[in-house]
């Protein structure tokens, strides 16, 4: 799969140089969003680039909801319901963005409705999609979330699980993930040499980028 020069900046979260690299509308307001939600700002300049791609109607509608879930998981009382417009996206999209809308709505029904089984279901086709269709990062999301919902229950697993979240992350060259992977591993790996490696790794190159939301959830000032 060859990916626009945009969307290898954007992985490895040049954000501003992604911008330049492209005038597609669709994939800049992709861009926007990922900024957005990785480093936290306001949602504002995302949500104009999704107004005006209102005539594509599922890439609008699977980005405004990304926004909304991730500020219902910061705040729990904001306004908006991910779950029902992420399955509205995943049963009427196809492709790429089927696959991806898919992943999100397992996620909002884990971490905004609590429904541990059905988000369990939903991870499992996303990855059955991802395989399929020979997309890395999807499955490393795939994989991640499922190898933390066996932690406590299956820790090995879920170790392994978390290892390979991070190769597919680094095979994709998309650095603020390869991040997020490492601090979720670390975790679980808890007090080992390893893990005190790994979030001195991660927790350097996220105040780089200004990842500040990743931060505050790994409890780093």
Same mark, same amino acid.
């Given at each position: 799969?060859?990916?626009?020069?945009?969307?290898?900046?954007?992985?490895?979260?040049?954000?501003?140089?992604?911008?330049?690299?492209?005038?597609?509308?669709?994939?800049?307001?992709?861009?926007?969003?990922?900024?957005?939600?990785?480093?936290?700002? &306001? &949602?504002?300049?995302?949500?104009?680039?999704?107004?005006?791609?209102?005539?594509?109607?599922?890439?609008?509608?699977?980005?405004?909801?990304?926004?909304?879930?991730?500020?219902?998981?910061?705040?729990?009382?904001?306004?908006?319901?991910?779950?029902? /417009?992420?399955?509205?996206?995943?049963?009427?999209?196809?492709?790429?963005?089927?696959?991806?809308?898919?992943?999100?709505?397992?996620?909002?029904?884990?971490?905004? /409705?609590?429904?541990?089984?059905?988000?369990?279901?939903?991870?499992?086709?996303?990855?059955?999609?991802?395989?399929?269709?020979?997309?890395?990062?999807?499955?490393?999301?795939?994989?991640r979330a499922q190898g933390e919902q066996l932690r406590g229950d299956d820790d090995a697993s879920a170790i392994q699980l978390l290892r390979r979240s991070l190769y597919l992350r680094a095979v994709c060259a998309a650095r603020p993930h390869v991040i997020d992977a490492q601090l979720a591993?670390?975790?679980?790996?808890?007090?080992?040499?390893?893990?005190?490696?790994?979030?001195?790794?991660?927790?350097?190159?996220?105040?780089?980028?200004?990842?500040?939301?990743?931060?505050?959830?790994?409890?780093?000032?």
């Amino acid at each position: 799969m060859v990916l626009p020069v945009a969307t290898v900046l954007q992985r490895a979260g040049r954000w501003s140089s992604a911008l330049a690299a492209t005038r597609n509308p669709v994939l800049r307001a992709e861009i926007l969003v990922d900024r957005c939600l990785w480093r936290g700002e &306001p &949602p504002d300049e995302a949500l104009e680039a999704i107004a005006a791609i209102r005539g594509q109607p599922l890439p609008a509608a699977f980005l405004q909801n990304l926004i909304v879930y991730w500020q219902k998981r910061r705040k729990p009382g904001s306004p908006g319901d991910p779950i029902a /417009g992420l399955a509205a996206v995943a049963e009427e999209a196809d492709g790429d963005l089927q696959a991806w809308a898919v992943y999100w709505h397992a996620a909002a029904l884990q971490r905004v /409705g609590h429904e541990w089984y059905a988000a369990g279901e939903g991870y499992e086709r996303a990855r059955q999609l991802a395989v399929a269709s020979g997309d890395r990062l999807l499955e490393s999301y795939a994989v991640r979330a499922q190898g933390e919902q066996l932690r406590g229950d299956d820790d090995a697993s879920a170790i392994q699980l978390l290892r390979r979240s991070l190769y597919l992350r680094a095979v994709c060259a998309a650095r603020p993930h390869v991040i997020d992977a490492q601090l979720a591993l670390a975790g679980a790996l808890q007090k080992s040499m390893e893990a005190h490696e790994l979030e001195k790794i991660a927790k350097a190159a996220a105040f780089e980028l200004r990842l500040t939301p990743l931060l505050e959830e790994y409890g780093y000032p």
